[in-house]
């Protein structure tokens, strides 16, 4: 049985991916980290280690915001939303992202 590989994320694309995960709307942070493998078909896994620093960070630059709620399991969790400031700044990242997945692309496909 071959497992896929998965991939550790660069800061700058965690914080991108989070942005774009919460713009369907608040969040746990355990929730994000489910939707990001779960949309990259399970290539892509955010760590513990990785995921709540960049909430935390995203939260300090004030592009998101965090509440106490409970979750589906009726435990509580702090769920994490997008600001208006969030919002813009996944927009400013949005076409940065994009040139970043050509360049690679371009990488994995050089002869």
């Known amino acids: 049985m071959s497992q896929q590989p998965r991939l550790d994320l660069l800061q700058g694309t965690l914080d991108l991916l ?6 369907a709307g608040p969040m746990h942070g355990w929730a994000v980290s ?5 949309i990259s078909q399970e290539v892509l896994k955010v760590n513990q280690g990785s995921l ?8 300090h ?5 965090a509440e106490w709620g409970v979750s589906e399991l009726g435990r509580r969790a702090r769920f994490y939303q997008l600001t208006v400031a969030g919002r813009k700044q996944l927009e400013l990242e949005w ?3 994009e ?13």
């Open 52 to 59: 709540y620093p960049a909430l935390h960070r995203l939260e």
């Open 61 to 65: 630059q004030g592009w998101v915001k």
């Open 95 to 97: 076409e940065d992202g």
């Open 18 to 23: 989070i942005l774009r995960t919460l713009q």
């Open 34 to 38: 489910e939707r990001i493998q779960q």
């Open 99 to 111: 040139k970043l997945a050509a360049a690679l692309g371009r990488v994995m496909r050089m002869a």
